[in-house]
């Protein structure tokens, strides 16, 4: 099974404090453009499902533009189940904009504060968004499932040292093979425990001076009875056996 991983699009943000409205107009047009070239790229590999860890959209405040590209990306990829979870930017964003009809895609699918778990035949998806205080003991993945757990927050020891705090150690030994997370705007990947592997893709591409260095990207994930591999988009080799 092949899967997309991507966070931190701030779609819509403003952009207006180093440049004039017009090429914060220009830029806003481009990181649009660049997720439907994500999800093209998707659906030419062959890609299954679409992970987004959070801050799709910069505010609760929306163009039309952008939430009817959004729409048209969904709806006219029906092979494709895009996963989606909040970050602290769109926190606020309702997903009801995107439709009039009251029911979203059946591509869709999305998480709450609760724990939530997807199947897709051996690979099981759980998200929630977050929270203060989350209930990390009713976290209870399948272990003879392949599981992805998407957080939007920073992985930490010592979660209330900083604002939306991860407690990795709480995430230790819960059968998770991929931690697919966003916040963080750089790319960023390591081990979690003896079985799985984390790893924040960054933004797809930096929206001002403060964003210039370090990795960005889309991690393609594929999946089989022994590996992940992962590429950044552009890709770029790398492997992680899965344990």
């Not at 659906?43 to 405040?61: C, K, P, Y």
């Not at 590209?69 to 494709?80: A, E, K, M, R």
């Not at 592997?197 to 991690?219: A, K, S, T, V």
């Amino acid at each position: 099974m092949k899967l997309l991983h991507c966070a931190d699009f701030h779609l819509d943000s403003a952009m207006t404090t180093h440049v004039d409205p017009e090429t914060a107009r220009k830029r806003r047009g481009e990181i649009l453009r660049n997720f439907e070239r994500m999800v093209e790229f998707a659906a030419s590999e062959g890609v299954e499902a679409i992970l987004i860890a959070g801050d799709l959209f910069d505010t609760s405040v929306t163009s039309e533009l952008s939430r009817n590209t959004l729409l048209h990306c969904i709806t006219s990829h029906p092979s494709i189940a895009f996963f989606y979870l909040r970050g602290n930017h769109d926190e606020r964003f309702r997903l009801e904009m995107l439709y009039s009809s009251g029911k979203p895609p059946v591509n869709l699918m999305c998480f709450g504060k609760d724990w939530s778990c997807y199947e897709c035949g051996d690979v099981a998806v759980y998200g929630a968004e977050y929270s203060d205080s989350p209930d990390y003991d009713a976290l209870r993945p399948d272990p003879s499932k392949i599981n992805i757990l998407m957080l939007h927050g920073q992985m930490t020891e010592n979660p209330s040292a900083v604002d939306y705090g991860i407690d990795v150690r709480r995430l230790r030994g819960k059968h998770i093979d991929y931690l697919a997370l966003g916040h963080l705007h750089s790319h960023r990947e390591g081990i979690l425990d003896e079985r799985g592997i984390f790893c924040y893709p960054g933004c797809p591409e930096g929206r001002g001076f403060d964003e210039c260095e370090g990795e960005h990207g889309l991690i393609l994930l594929e999946t089989d009875a022994t590996q992940w591999r992962q590429m950044p988009f552009p890709p770029r080799d790398a492997s992680h056996p899965r344990w």
